[in-house]
């Protein structure tokens, strides 16, 4: 055998080519074996790796990238754009992206923003209606409801018809007014729905009042106004009687006191039940209509007309009525009956003074002396005025004066028993006596 440097070297083997070995396990015999059979050594029988190809995938790049024989060193990175760091992170779209470590809220309220051992957290506070919140900022009461306010800004909380402490409606106020006026409809307005002005006690074609403005506006504005319920807030009620009715003033407005004079309507709107400059309130109970008879002139009555209505009518001609329920006829057309009464009075005097009290009456004396009666004039006896004296028993006599600047003419005395005269006051500081008289 050759000395094995002797050999012909070949420059790169193949799978096929053969050589010597000592087979260990047959007793150190020499045998062939070829070059894939040692490569097939390492993988357990299949043919080992001659030829690595890396081939780059979404996220990672490989170098070398293509066939490689021999000793390879691989070496793979991550493809992805931009730029890596610390607070980076690797997006889905293979970019890399910096994390939010800081939150700044351009909304402003009522969004928080707030950071704890580097949590972000977000708070929602009162979202303002233009941004699609509530404006509110806690619950209503049992049994509200949740409606847009008279001006159309925002939402609130008001009282449903049970339990609620008013009823308001939505109205178009075509006069300027003030928080607390009575309101009277005017007519309706298409998309704005009832419009309203101030009521006036001394105009009907503005009563009766509906209601009260809930708040002060200004003309062709859209609000509210309370139909029935507590009134209250930020209101002066100082000028109204605590606890007394309120009406519906001439003029406008509100009042303690009844409106007086034939021209002017009477409504009851309802009770002050606090008078305060500040924080004044009334009861809202009686809207809606004014009194059935109204006021009436001194001196006059009401008349049935040919519509059966009742209509102020004066008293005129020959009788006339006062406001003190005296009634004068002056004079008289045909023939009257009249029936009634003389009022009886019984006096036992010596001396008497003829009064107002006695106007119209019927003096019976009884005293069996001679009794003086004094007569002075008194300007609450009107021209006409009479009284009747009788001597009211079987002796005695009446003797009549007049004193004060008054004249007496006609008789002066009554002896007759059971005899009677009548004074008369026949003009200013005038009296005439007449009848069984001497």
Not at 6 to 34: C, M, R, S
Not at 138 to 151: D, M, P
Not at 297 to 312: P, T, Y
Not at 321 to 332: A, F, L, M
Request: charged share 10%; proline share 3%; aromatic share 6%.
């Amino acid at each position: 055998m050759a000395i094995n440097y002797t050999y012909p070297v070949k420059g790169q083997p193949v799978t096929e080519d053969k050589f010597l070995i000592v087979d260990t396990q047959d007793g150190n015999a020499t045998k062939l074996v070829t070059v894939d059979s040692v490569l097939d050594l390492g993988s357990g029988g299949d043919i080992g790796v001659s030829t690595f190809q890396a081939t780059d995938g979404t996220f990672i790049n490989y170098s070398p990238n293509g066939a490689t024989t021999g000793t390879v060193t691989l070496t793979g990175d991550l493809s992805a754009t931009g730029t890596a760091g610390a607070t980076n992170f690797l997006r889905g779209d293979n970019t890399w992206s910096t994390a939010i470590r800081e939150v700044n809220s351009t909304i402003g309220d009522p969004i928080a923003v707030s950071s704890i051992n580097g949590i972000v957290a977000l708070s929602l506070g009162t979202v303002p209606v233009a941004k699609g919140g509530t404006n509110l900022t806690a619950l209503g009461s049992a049994l509200n409801v949740l409606q847009v306010n008279s001006a159309g800004t925002a939402l609130e909380y008001a009282s449903t018809v049970e339990g609620a402490q008013h009823v308001i409606q939505d109205v178009r106020f075509v006069e300027a007014v003030v928080k607390g006026d009575p309101v009277y409809i005017t007519g309706y307005s298409p998309g704005n729905g009832t419009t309203v002005a101030k009521a006036d006690a001394s105009d009907p074609a503005k009563m009766p009042a509906y209601g009260v403005a809930n708040e002060t506006v200004s003309q062709n504005t859209n609000g509210t106004v309370t139909a029935i319920g507590s009134f209250n807030g930020t209101f002066n009620t100082s000028s109204l009687t605590q606890n007394a009715v309120i009406y519906v003033a001439v003029g406008g407005g509100l009042t303690s006191t009844k409106p007086a004079g034939e021209a002017n309507l009477i409504q009851n709107i309802g009770f002050c039940s606090r008078s305060n400059q500040n924080n004044g309130e009334i009861e809202v109970v009686a809207v809606g209509r004014t009194n059935a008879t109204p006021n009436l002139n001194s001196g006059k009555i009401f008349l049935g007309n040919s519509s059966n209505q009742s209509v102020a009518t004066a008293v005129t001609g020959e009788v006339t009525i006062s406001n003190t329920g005296v009634t004068e006829v002056t004079g008289i057309d045909g023939n009257v009956s009249i029936q009634g009464y003389s009022p009886i009075v019984t006096k036992n005097d010596a001396t008497f003074s003829i009064s107002t009290d006695e106007a119209g009456k019927t003096i019976l004396f009884t005293n069996g002396g001679t009794v003086a009666i004094n007569i002075t004039d008194n300007s609450e006896y009107p021209v006409g005025s009479e009284v009747q004296i009788v001597n009211f028993k079987a002796s005695g006599s009446i003797e009549v004066a007049a004193g004060g600047g008054t004249t007496l003419t006609g008789g002066t005395e009554i002896t007759q028993a059971y005899g009677s005269g009548i004074l008369k006051k026949a003009g200013t500081n005038s009296w005439v006596f007449f009848g069984q008289v001497a």
